[in-house]
């Protein structure tokens, strides 16, 4: 070997030590290494993003070391996918930060971030305990990501279904109660224009996807089974403000005793306090005007108007 190769292979070595011991990305020096990931692509960005992370407030488990940093929103209006995140990190109880990012000043289409999050919406993470790090988007991976890696709230791996009951219960909140409900909120409570087809539409699937969990959960303790999980923490920021999206629960009793049981878990209080900062349903149905005139000025995803498609 080479002496210039030596040089770049201790320099490497000593530049991977330094990263994994402040849980920075690795810069990978070596031409034609195998390293697989994207960081490779962007560690100007991945150290922005550390650098943000590290500026901004930190969570219950608040350590120097942080195995995860979430990124996930400031803004006016609530960020239910984030919140997930917030009660999962927390129940795993793992070192963690929280980075936030002001989604009505667009922090998140901003290109450091795009290169943890290509679709430029919270939630993401980045894993600092694997080498290299990996970075997550979408709340539903994110979840699962973490639940199989620590082996907690995703059901007996050796039982012929749990895992999947699981599984299933996951997508039907991330494929269904979440973009429904957020079509519904968004309709009656950010989009300027009364659109009453619109609101009806998304309320009335919104209602019948609680009508389902209601049914459910008339069977079960917790919506995969009797064993709370990753789709309870999935399902439970939406359902909590369902007043949000004007859908009542008032005649939906098994709903409401799930509801109950999950708001007293200590990890979910916890969370709820970290992601929501005093934005409880009576602040935001009270602030919603204010809260629709800043999203229609800043945070609805708008077109480039100057593309021609
Ligand atoms: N399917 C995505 C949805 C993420 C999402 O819509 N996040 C919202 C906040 S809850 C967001 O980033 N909104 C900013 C925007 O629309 O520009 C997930 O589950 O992670």
């Known amino acids: 070997m080479s002496p210039f190769c030596s040089f ?17 990305p690795s810069l990978d020096l070596l031409p034609g290494s195998s390293s697989p990931s994207h960081f490779r692509r962007a560690p100007v960005a991945l150290l922005r993003a550390r650098a943000a992370a590290m500026t901004t407030q930190s969570a219950a488990h608040q350590t120097e ?69 990996v970075s997550v988007f979408e709340s539903g991976a994110i979840m699962l990501y973490l639940a199989e890696k620590y082996q907690r709230f995703i059901g007996d791996p050796s039982h012929p279904t749990q895992r999947w009951d699981v599984i299933q219960w996951l997508f039907f909140q991330c494929s269904g109660v979440g973009p429904i409900q957020g079509q519904a909120h968004a309709f009656l409570r950010y989009v300027p224009e009364r659109l009453p087809y619109a609101i009806e539409r998304f309320q009335g699937e919104t209602r019948r996807l609680y009508e389902v969990v209601n049914e459910r ?64 349903i009576d602040t935001l149905l009270a602030k919603a005007a204010d809260i629709q005139k800043v999203v229609e000025g800043s945070t609805l995803d708008k077109t480039d108007k100057t593309k021609t498609y």
């Not at 770049?8 to 920075?24: D, E, G, K, T, V």
Request: net charge neutral; aromatic share 12%; with cysteine.
């Open 217 to 280: 959960l008339g069977k079960c303790t917790y919506i995969a089974g009797d064993h709370y999980c990753i789709a309870d923490m999935a399902l439970y920021p939406w359902l909590e403000y369902h007043q949000w999206a004007g859908v009542s629960v008032a005649d939906l009793p098994h709903l409401q005793r799930w509801l109950e049981e999950v708001r007293q878990r200590p990890a979910v209080e916890r969370a709820r306090k970290l992601s929501m900062e005093g934005k409880d």
């Open 8 to 24: 770049w292979m201790l320099l490497s070595l000593c530049l991977r030590r330094i990263a994994a011991w402040q849980h920075l």
């Open 65 to 133: 070391r942080a195995d995860v940093v979430l990124y996930t929103a400031r803004s006016s209006f609530p960020a239910f996918n984030g919140w997930k995140l917030t009660i999962l990190l927390e129940e795993l109880s793992i070192p963690y930060k929280i980075s936030l990012l002001d989604l009505d000043k667009r922090e998140h289409k901003q290109e450091w971030f795009l290169a943890i999050n290509p679709n430029g919406r919270i939630p993401a993470i980045v894993d600092y305990t694997a080498t290299p790090p």
